[in-house]
């Protein structure tokens, strides 16, 4: 063990990760990394048990809600025709907040400020039923991160959270998302964290949760604190992470072990 | 008797761990990739150690090792197979890779097990805290020794 590690230790005394992000011929949606089984289940919609929040999404979205008594479908149609790519480009910029938001922040915003109701609660069932709604209306389709520079700043923050160790175990998202994707953590399949499937069904969960809750699961893993649902640490990782997968297919709702 | 009073008169290059703000961890002693002598003067239960190693929560260390251990199917493949790591290393060089691999290889992914978190947002629970004690460290290498066929 020492005679081999010596040479990369010292090659990288700043203690950072060995961070190689992975090339676009070598990517590979989590789908990939799973069981036959696990894979049919997301391909047939009458197995995949994210298509009941699918369902209730599209029920939601014609539902008159708040003190305006809008549905989001009064402004914005056919979801199937008005949301197809939307979920692909999040997070986006908002210009009311002069920063980026991800899909689910626009939609709270559109519940609080446009139907005039409740801040729907981060990973409440509502919000996440609305956002699965929206972004399987984007399935099939590629990522596609905007070509805004006004997004820069955030990705570059993202890549930097992405590569910082944390918690007291001491490993970064990148130490086994870009360093040891092909490796097993466990019995689990590290995988390359392409976050193509979001909001995804998880055995695990037994529920549609949000990518935020995913990477909360990370972090409280190597026993760091999470950030909070919605903060801009999170939006920023998010954008980075849609930046990476760039091309890679929309799977909405994903399945996942 | 021994390691800690030893790592007083440490000689350049086994630096102490712990300060002053912080919880203060027993000192031990490196000698080239080694520490010697066990953690707090005692050597530990091999048994004991066996059952920590398996063990999913708390020492984690089938997460990302392999080895002659239970449930093979639920162990990770990140790091080396622990498979007669008691032929290739000796005791000294295993406690020291236990307690802090990061000395040898700062690029390791493997966190050191007697030391201060280093990463940030370390979560209140486990602030100012070793991932295991002394003891527990100990208990792992004496069984990690005694694996012995490669």
């Known amino acids: ?257 | 008797m021994g390691a800690a009073l030893l790592a007083l008169t440490a000689p350049a290059g086994a630096q102490p761990v712990g300060a002053t703000d912080v919880p203060t961890l027993i000192a031990y002693e490196v000698a080239g990739d080694a520490i010697t002598g066990p953690l707090g003067g005692t050597r530990g239960d091999a048994d004991r150690g066996a059952k920590l190693v398996a063990e999913r929560q708390k020492s984690l260390c089938v997460l990302c090792h392999s080895g002659p251990f239970p449930d093979p199917h639920l162990q990770g493949n990140l790091a080396p197979d622990l498979k007669g790591v008691g032929v290739r290393l000796s005791e000294g060089q295993i406690r020291l890779r236990v307690v802090d691999m990061k000395r040898l290889n700062p690029a390791s992914i493997m966190p050191a097990y007697y030391g201060l978190p280093a990463g940030e947002r370390v979560a209140a629970t486990w602030r100012g805290r070793p991932i295991l004690e002394p003891g527990e460290i100990e208990d792992i290498v004496a069984y990690l020794v005694t694996l012995k066929d490669e």
């Open chain 1, 1 to 257: 063990m020492r005679a081999r590690w010596p040479a990369l230790g010292l090659a990288l005394l700043a203690g950072g990760v060995a961070a190689g992000e992975i090339g676009p011929s070598e990517r590979r949606s989590g789908r990939d990394f799973m069981s036959a089984e696990t894979r049919a289940m997301q391909a047939d919609d009458n197995s995949n048990p994210g298509m009941l929040w699918v369902l209730q999404g599209e029920q939601l979205w014609s539902d008159p809600a708040g003190s305006k008594n809008l549905s989001c479908a009064s402004c914005h149609g056919e979801a199937t025709e008005s949301m197809k790519g939307v979920a692909a480009r999040y997070p986006a910029f908002d210009d009311a907040s002069g920063k980026p938001i991800d899909l689910a922040g626009r939609i709270a915003r559109c519940r609080t400020e446009r139907q005039g109701a409740e801040i729907p609660a981060r990973e409440g069932d509502e919000l996440v039923a609305l956002t699965t709604y929206v972004a399987h209306q984007s399935r099939g389709l590629p990522v596609a991160p905007p070509a805004d520079e006004r997004l820069a700043p955030a990705r570059a923050e993202g890549r930097r959270l992405f590569e910082t160790r944390m918690g007291q175990l001491d490993l970064a998202c990148a130490s086994c998302h870009d360093d040891n994707w092909q490796g097993r953590l466990g019995g689990s399949a590290v995988t390359q964290a392409h976050p193509t499937g979001y909001p995804i069904y998880r055995l695990e969960w037994q529920a549609v949760g949000s990518l935020q809750r995913r990477m909360r699961g990370c972090m409280v893993g190597v026993r760091a604190e999470p950030f909070a649902y919605g903060s801009d640490a999170y939006v920023a990782l998010e954008a980075y992470l849609m930046s990476r997968a760039a091309g890679m297919a929309m799977e909405t709702p994903g399945v996942r072990p």
